[in-house]
């Protein structure tokens, strides 16, 4: 599956963005979901993970309450909604793709592009 991310960009702390990942080459449905960040110099961390049927989600702590993750299989698209957003969010946030639930980030299947998320104090 192809996956393609974006909605990324500047922002000041305390306001909001919305990612996005369209997927396309495979059925959408068949893969939990996940969007992860990578800050520079840090390693890449679990942000928020969804189901196949939307139905279960889990997030990392650093986001839990001010993020929520979506997805709409008939549009092969989910989302991240990032409120309340704070400099210590800024990073490249990737959407990837499992066939797996609850993997660790190496045995995600499918990777998109990336889009920068940077937040201003």
């Known amino acids: 599956v192809q996956l393609q991310a974006s909605g990324g960009g500047l922002v000041q702390a305390g306001g909001s963005l919305r990612l996005s990942c369209a997927a396309s080459?495979?059925?959408?449905?068949?893969?939990?979901m996940g969007w992860f960040r990578q800050a520079p110099g840090k390693e890449r961390e679990f942000v928020a993970a969804?189901?196949?049927?939307?139905?279960?989600?889990y997030y990392g702590d650093s986001v839990k309450g001010r993020f929520t993750i979506s997805r709409d299989n008939a549009k092969n698209t989910v989302t991240l909604q990032m409120n309340s957003l704070k400099p210590e969010d800024t990073a490249v946030y990737y959407c990837?793709?499992?066939?797996?639930?609850?993997?660790?980030?190496?045995?995600?299947?499918?990777w998109g592009q990336g889009t920068q998320v940077t937040v201003s104090s």
């Open positions: 969804i189901s196949w049927s939307g139905g279960t989600t």
């Open positions: 080459g495979r059925t959408f449905s068949n893969y939990a």
């Open positions: 990837a793709a499992d066939t797996g639930w609850g993997r660790p980030l190496d045995m995600y299947d499918y």
